[in-house]
């Protein structure tokens, strides 16, 4: 399927590696010009290699900044001033105990995963209007639907942008930009594999054991890979996705028990 989206510009957050990096492949690899953000410079360098090895036609840009912080956000901004698409994502807060988290904790985890994405947002959907396309997703967790003990300051900060997200989306959709969050389960990410090794020393087992009790809890019986999840991100993006406004998309390879 044709997407409808060569030329266009995107700007993808936490791209070097993982799953910003798989939907900046898949954007790529649809003939959209992607500018790339992480704080990483030798990984994100790297991506950028394969992103034009995999699609020699588009222009792919490469800023090592802080999307976090107002600097890296206006030095993005700089970089991919008008993008017809905006992939946001940043790396979710560490596992542990809601009583060790003090407020500092918690303020870092709203601003990296609730208050960057409302100011890219904020700062990109005007133009998006003008020109009568825009696709924004919002790249969550699977936690906001099922939410994870140990993953609580991931819980409330992506639920907390969730609620917002539902409160403005439908204000645009007439003007054809849609704003969705795509929500991923267990995947196969360097982010997954930290994880386990909080939960195996918690549980006092191997890593090892701990992935393959993971694994056993998900209908697919596997962990998902960055291209899939690429893959339903740049669908999300597409001409064909305009009647998509304000939905969770959740890709957990069925682990989520509820009907709604």
């Known amino acids: 399927m044709d997407l409808g989206i060569a030329g ?84 979710g807060p560490p596992p542990g105990d809601f009583k060790d988290w003090n407020r500092d904790a918690w303020i870092k985890a709203i601003d990296a995963n609730m208050l960057t994405p409302i100011e890219l947002i904020k700062a990109t959907i005007d133009h998006m209007v003008a020109q009568r396309f825009g696709r924004i997703v919002n790249i969550t967790s699977g936690a906001v639907k099922s939410p994870i003990p140990e993953l609580g300051l991931s819980n409330g900060a992506r639920t907390g942008l969730t609620g917002f997200v539902s409160g403005i989306a439908r204000r645009y959709a007439a003007h054809n930009v849609t704003i969705n969050n795509l929500l991923p389960g267990a995947f196969d990410t360097d982010r997954l594999r930290g994880n386990f090794v909080h939960l195996a020393e918690k549980a006092g087992i191997g890593v090892d054991e701990m992935r393959a009790r993971r694994t056993k809890t998900i209908p697919a019986e596997r962990f998902g890979s960055a291209e899939e999840f690429g893959a339903m991100c740049a669908f999300m993006c597409s001409a064909h996705a305009g009647f998509l406004v304000a939905q969770n998309v959740l890709l957990d390879g069925g682990q989520y028990p509820g009907t709604f």
């Open 8 to 91: 266009r510009s995107a700007l993808v957050c936490a791209a070097s590696k993982g799953l910003g990096k798989g939907c900046a492949m898949a954007l790529a690899r649809e003939g959209v010009h992607v500018t790339i953000v992480a704080r990483g410079q030798e990984a994100l360098e790297a991506t950028a290699a394969e992103l034009r090895a995999a699609a020699p036609s588009i222009k792919v840009t490469a800023l090592a900044t802080d999307i976090t912080t107002a600097e890296g956000r206006a030095a993005a901004l700089k970089a991919c001033p008008h993008p017809d698409i905006l992939v946001n994502n940043a790396g």
